[in-house]
């Protein structure tokens, strides 16, 4: 249907126009720093910042973590639903569902409540206990993605041909997983990977109420702080969530819609 | 005439999808494009639509030039492939659409919407929703929308070949006797012989975007002018021979001579030209009064059905050749050599 | 659980395997999304001394309970709303506004991003811009407009429903657009062979097709409004009393003297983004059904 093209181009002018703007401002405000001239001296401060460094570093390892855990958890259980126990598809995927629908406040509340220190699992009694929590509490935000990725990406190498093959020459279930279905579905898995990592990164929720020394709750205090790093810190956020969307888009997976309010 | 096409060409960049298309078409025939996919024929069809402008060439209908007129000025109705039912509303407002939209009177809808139904068989599907029909009645419930508002022309872009093959042959029946009581102008698109065969008044057969052929079933099938339409349209037999004398019309394959009936045009002695034969045409055994003859050794012999259809292995390439299966007569045997004998007249000769 | 081998045919390492396979998810769920849940269900509808009552979700309606959840309503509405119109607008500006064919996969890819930038960064982001001496502000008071003087403000209501649009409309073009392709070209071509109008074909057809998802999407939108609090967070402090914050308020240091109440807050919570997410599923599976 051919429409007035003058309406589209408008429409995507003004939305042009309201989606850079705040990055443009961003930037702009995050070179003002020297007073007088353009320079890049916030972007400088930030990275020197022993606090920056230690909790950029604590929720990179934290991501890390939760990627190899979610990955632990979801292949095993796609590969078996869509081999062998199709009917606990439909479980499965309400599952799936559940960290979309559950808000995350709510989610570590109940962490809070259950796996406190006055409960059966006194997880939050220790440090590590805890950043197990938050850890768990991530695998959770990224399980719908982690979990359709690799459920695609399985669907797409068909499983079933391959398993019988290997079984034939004599394979356990371990072994094909680990050996012949992993690496046919690394890019699935780099896809879910990559979005874990972008929600990880800036996740404020989880990492405030748990009291851990996350990126997130460190962007939070010297956004009430400081006045030019905080514009920095945003412009290097986006940079890092353009820059794991754009490696999803690379390994060949499509950029899921994001729920990391 | 009744929807002249004259000059025809459509170009997307620097390829050319349909050239040089010159098509008369009277008022109330049915004509068919015929052709492989991607041979111009549904571009050509969209061009009588409106949906693409040709690059080259005019469009009249009625003694109206449309080349330019946009789709819904046309008149014209439309059966897609794949029915394209809107799916939001009832067969009864899906018919009714197009009147709706020309802003008649609820009581000339409604009647002209009962009149349609009937006219398709289904009466009782009116509170239908496309979803809750089978493919049949999807393309019933289509025909029915395209033809509500009193188009002067009907196109159908392949309108079969997304239904099953039992459907099939009974909804193009149907589609024929709907066109000939109507007495609409029609151009039908498909890729089917069997249905162009048919159903039409006319055949157009397509082929890379230009026509090969403009005939009636009859001649499309029984006279093929190139070895394109030939080999398109029912089984064929190809041979090459050199030509012997245009004026008697004799032509040797391998070490025979054979004769076709007449003269053989545009030719000289010693020209290679190629020749088809139908199956159905050739007969086993010793040739009648000025029959021709060739002899060869059976190698294969397949079981079809209402026929046998034997390879046989001649001086110059195989042929097959069809037999009818009939009970208790008795076959030839792979290995076993026979004489294969046709008439002149069934001797095709294709253009160079 | 039959594993003894049969002669004719090797039974495969049978489900034994795959139920170990699938047991790390499940107790994964069980203990880190159902769990949880349950124990916040449970407590809502429990008083201090692990009594039932109904006595929490009553007082959810304290005046001070009540505007929170106003609040949140408000903000999730106006966003959820101004979102879907808005990505419905430039989704279908982008799929089939005719324009250059770049354009669609630069604005999905970019909806990707957007979608996910949410959070503290956002807020920085909407301070730099329409903030007090935001750049925007600035450039606006340059030519004569000035915001602040006419009562606007990044930290309230408008402001809040502003940023939030930043990940809401591309949420929505995300969702929508499988609806939008999902509009086959042949409904147009058979609407115009009719005698219908580009309007006609909107209006009859395309828009009254796409409605359920449209619609579908919005409460989606909505319910990830309502459960948002990192960006207001970051955005307003604690003033600006949202149900979220609210909530985080009571984590914090159980500013509501009641974690029975608190448990009935987050219960609330949920029982509004559950609805609205259940609404979506409803509408988008009637969606599928017509649009097979």
Known sequence: MKRGHLGAWLAVALGGIYFLAPLVATFEFSLRMRRGEYSFDAYRVVFASGNFQASFLYSTIVALVTIVVAALIVVPAAYFVQLRLPRLRAIVEFITLLPLVIPAIVLVFGFIRLYGSSSALPLTATSLGTDALLTFGYVGLGLPYMYRSVDAGLRAIDVRTLTEAAESQGAGAATILFHIILPNIRSAILSGAFLTFAIVIGEFTFASLLDRPAFGPYLQLIGASRAYEPAALAVMAFALTWACLGLIQLVGGAPAPGVRR | MFLALTGIRKTFGAEAVVKDFNLKVERGELVTFLGPSGCGKTTTLRMIAGFETPTEGSIRIDGRDVTHLSARRRAIGMVFQAYALFPNMTVERNIAFGLKVAGKPAAEINARVDEMLTLIKLPDLAGRFPHQLSGGQQQRVSLARALAPSPQILLLDEPLSALDARIRAGLREDIRALQQKLGITTIFVTHDQEEALSISDRIVVMNEGAIEQIGSPGDIYNRPRTRFVASFVGTLNTLQGVVVDPAEGTIRVGQTILRAQGVIEGTKTGETRALALRPEALRLGPPAEGDNALTGVIEDATFLGAIRRLRVRIDGGAILVDAFNSNGASFPEPGDEVKVSFSPNDLIVLDP | MSAAPTPSRRVPAPDLAAWLGVAPFFVFAAMFLIAPTAWLLVGAFQDRDGAFTLANIVRLGQPSIRLSYWLSLEVSTASAGLGALLGLALALAALRGG??????????????????????????????????????????????????????????????????????????????????????????????????????????????????????????????????????????????????????????????????????????????????????????????????
């Open chain 3, 99 to 292: 324009l250059p064919s770049w354009l669609r996969p630069t604005l999905m890819t970019f909806s990707g991003v957007a979608s996910n930038f949410a959070g503290v960064p956002l807020a920085f982001a909407f301070m730099a811009t329409l903030g007090r001496l935001g750049l925007v502000t600035a450039l606006l008071r340059n030519i004569g407009v000035d915001l602040y003087a006419h009562g606007f403000n990044i930290l309230t209501f408008w402001g809040l429903t502003i940023t939030y649009l930043y990940f809401q409309i591309p949420l929505m073009m995300l969702v929508v657009t499988p609806a939008i392709d999902g509009l086959r070209h042949e409904w147009a071509e058979a609407a115009e062979m009719l005698g219908a109008s580009s309007w006609q074909y909107w209006r009859m057809i395309a828009l009254p097709i796409l409605w359920p998802s449209v619609m579908g999407a919005a409460l989606l939108l909505f319910a990830n409004a309502f459960g948002a609090i990192a960006t207001a967070y970051a955005l307003t402090g604690s003033s600006f009393n949202i149900v979220p914050i609210l909530l985080y308020a009571q984590i914090r240091g159980d500013v509501l003297h009641d974690t029975n109440l608190g448990y009935a807050l987050a219960v609330g919570m949920l029982a509004i983004t559950g609805a609205s997410n259940l609404a979506y599923l409803a509408l988008r599976s009637r969606a599928d059904r017509w649009l097979r």
